[in-house]
């Protein structure tokens, strides 16, 4: 057996390599649906790199069980399915280059477009004209060698060969499609076949052009999609706020954004797109770098970290140069690129099964650290939820000092037999969060036994037993009354800026007036006064009527806003506004039963409970009584019913494009409240088309043929009004 193989004697011993085939195939498999399908990735990058080489190479010595469907012969789906519209955040990282295009022409030529997924998911999914597969990776520079000699070899001793090395961004590939110069579609790279088309989603992104000037004028652009560094660490802060999971890394943030149904959300996170490859018929430019050059003149955003290099050393000089300079990127990397720079010559190298023989990517490797885990502390969140945080030993990690680092909960630090004193590997998850990996066990002292950790029994702020719900890996302070963190949290959620937005009121003041005994809950903000607060050291009058006029303001936040700020468990501002939209007054909210609430978007069986439970407590009740009578608003503006004999009354309405004023399930509701009927699809029946822009092509021909009008944005609100 190979040298490879051997690399992995520990792997299956009990295993015939017939059976371990095949348990690969399984276990990749699956690997790909978690990570591309449910954003949930159940390996590490080299983890899933390892066994794809380890199945590779037990394939190449049994061609007799050659299967077109291995994950060998191809690359996994992301997809959109009915279960995967969510945005739980992945545990892992995982290498993009599995996401990196190959292009090789479609063999049908033709725009395949399946609608009905659009009926189930959200996107359309549509055929790519040309495949948008993987490449190869190692993340040995020895390999890198290799490569370079089989290139070589495989242009049958051409010496003139260019390499371009481009930084390779860890994001979501995207494919987009200029139509006369018009941006059409935006596919996701899906199966490598066909992908989702997220084209409303890509048009807030401020660095992709909606339009280009000059020839061609119909071509495709690839490209990464991703979340600055900057605006990553935002969205985290939030969530950490509002007591949602953590994004682990940009990549799992711009996964979850790319693929929202509502692109306010998606305008709201400030995603960024890297572009990398342009495809087309009668394109000009004989070589790589040079379209992407000519795409930057055009205003496409195109890296300054490209470099054309014509030996193995200069390859290796823009590998190492980047491996510690990508830190001070304002995106996240993980890898460099290398590609054949002309193009004759990549037609002469062509393609394996799944990947291009003059592309490769070499993988950096993840930077981590040793150092000692001191004690464990316990930090309580505002809706009572035990974080387990390790205190180490200062630890130089990816250009910042690491002192502590999160362990999740108490199955994760039994998966760990974490022991106090124990030294253990730190890693930066997407180069931001520091994650505990694995235990030194070679550094344990036998001589001094070391205690295990033990996950306390009771709040280790208020002595209230934990409890841990059945299905939950956090163990909870049922004492949401008198709890101080519990009640902290919930006050400094309360007065955010997307909450209540009261100015003057931050965590600082917020801990002075609790300790003064005047805040206890919510409710207790609203009777603050400026005498109260102008004798405190540090405040005055000026000061203290600052509190009270943002006090006073906020009772005009409106409904959804107030509804976000209560803080219910689970309800984040984007919920809140579908509740408060469902539910147009706390009272109706109050009375909803299981049944309605779960009729709601995006409200399943565990935020139905928790509103339930909220409205049924008597502090709660009372606390909701007092917001009442401080004039908070409580009832927001319900959507007028529908109007049979309004202006759209019998009228049949496609909504097709993308709008500015309004969303396009806000042209949905007027269009039922005004007497009007939605229809999906275009007809001689069809009244009209409220058209948008980027209206489908395909709706476009269809209502030429047919003779059905189309109406703007301002003419159909012209028609209702």
């Not at 037990?58 to 469907?69: K, R």
């Not at 000037?213 to 071509?219: K, L, V, W």
């Not at 109260?532 to 509190?547: C, H, N, V, W």
């Not at 409220?690 to 189309?710: I, S």
């Amino acid at each position: 057996m190979s040298q490879q193989l051997s690399l992995f004697d520990d792997f299956a011993p009990a295993l015939s390599e017939k059976d371990e085939i095949l348990a690969l195939r399984r276990e990749l498999e699956e690997a790909n649906y978690q990570y591309y399908v449910l954003s949930q990735p159940t390996l590490t990058d080299r983890e899933f790199d390892e066994k794809m080489h380890r199945l590779e190479a037990l394939e190449a010595l049994h061609p007799e069980l050659y299967d077109p469907a291995s994950p060998s012969q191809h690359v996994g789906s992301d997809l959109s399915t009915p279960s995967s519209q969510s945005e739980t955040p992945k545990s892992d990282n995982r290498s993009s280059s599995r996401l990196q295009a190959v292009f090789k022409p479609s063999s049908s030529g033709l725009d395949f477009v399946d609608s009905e997924a659009k009926k189930q998911t959200g996107f359309e999914q549509v055929q790519h004209r040309y495949p948008m597969l993987s490449l190869s990776n190692t993340y040995s520079e020895e390999e890198i060698r290799q490569w370079l000699d089989r290139v070589y070899k495989g242009l049958e001793g051409q010496t003139d060969v260019e390499i371009v090395c481009e930084l390779k961004y860890d994001g979501l590939s995207i494919s987009l499609w200029y139509e006369n110069g018009r941006l059409t579609r935006a596919l996701t790279r899906g199966d490598g076949q066909k992908g989702d088309d997220v084209i409303a989603n890509i048009l807030t992104i401020p660095s992709i052009p909606h339009q280009v000037e000059g020839e061609p004028a119909t071509f495709e652009i690839r490209g990464e999609v991703l979340l600055p560094w900057q605006n990553f660490e935002r969205i985290n802060r939030q969530r950490e706020q509002d007591e949602e999971p953590l994004f682990a890394n940009p990549r799992n943030a711009a996964s979850g954004t790319l693929k929202s149904l509502d692109p306010n959300v998606v305008r709201e996170r400030g995603l960024d797109a890297y572009l990398y490859y342009v495809l087309g018929e009668n394109l000009e430019g004989a070589t790589h770098y040079d379209r992407l050059m000519s795409a930057r003149q055009r205003g496409f955003h195109i890296s300054d970290a490209i470099r054309l290099c014509h030996s193995v050393d200069e390859v290796m000089d823009f590998i190492h140069f980047w491996d510690t300079e990508r830190r001070n990127l304002p995106v996240a990397t993980d890898g460099v690129v290398l590609k054949v720079n002309s193009l004759k010559q990549q037609d002469i190298l062509g393609f394996t099964a799944k990947t291009p023989r003059w592309a490769i990517a070499f993988k950096f490797e993840a930077e981590k650290q040793c150092t000692r885990l001191n004690s464990v502390s316990y930090q309580v969140g505002r809706t009572g939820a035990i974080t387990p945080v390790a205190n180490l030993d200062p630890v130089q990690l990816s250009g910042t000092v690491v002192k502590r680092a999160t362990l999740n909960n108490e199955d994760f630090i039994r998966s760990l037999d974490l022991h106090e004193g124990d030294y253990v590997w730190v890693e930066k998850g997407g180069e931001i969060i520091p994650k505990i990996t694995a235990v030194n066990v070679e550094k344990r002292d036998s001589n001094s036994p070391l205690s295990p950790i033990h996950f306390p029994t009771i709040c280790p702020e208020c002595g209230a037993p934990l409890v841990r719900i059945e299905g939950e890996a956090a163990w909870r302070c049922p004492n949401e009354a008198t709890c101080p963190p519990q009640q902290k949290g919930k006050l400094e959620h309360f007065v955010a800026r997307k909450a209540m937005n009261i100015d003057g009121l931050g965590s600082e003041t917020i801990d002075l007036f609790y300790e003064q005994g005047w805040l206890r809950n919510i409710a207790d903000i609203y009777a603050l006064t400026a005498e109260q607060i102008a004798p405190l050291t540090g405040f005055g009058d000026k000061s203290a009527e600052r509190i009270i006029q943002g006090i006073q303001l906020s009772k005009q936040v409106p409904w959804p806003r107030v509804l976000f700020a209560i803080g219910i468990r689970l309800v984040g501002e984007t919920t809140a506004k579908k509740l408060a939209k469902r539910f147009h007054s706390v009272q109706l909210l109050q009375e909803a039963s299981y049944d309605d609430l779960i009729a709601v978007e995006d409200v399943g069986d565990e935020i139905a409970k928790n509103i339930i439970a909220f409205f049924l407590s008597p502090d709660n009740q009372a606390i909701i009584q007092r917001l009442q009578e401080a004039g908070l608003q409580m009832i927001g503006t319900a959507a007028p019913t529908s109007d049979k004999q309004g202006p759209l009354a019998g009228l049949s309405i496609v909504i097709s494009g993308t709008f500015s004023r309004h969303s396009r399930d806000e042209y949905k509701e007027m269009i039922e409240q005004y007497g009007g009927k939605n229809v999906g699809s275009v007809s001689a029946k069809t009244s009209f088309i409220l058209a948008g822009d980027n209206m489908g092509p395909a709706k476009l021909e269809k209502a030429e043929k047919l003779g059905v009008k189309l109406l703007s944005e301002d003419e159909f609100l012209s028609m209702i009004q």
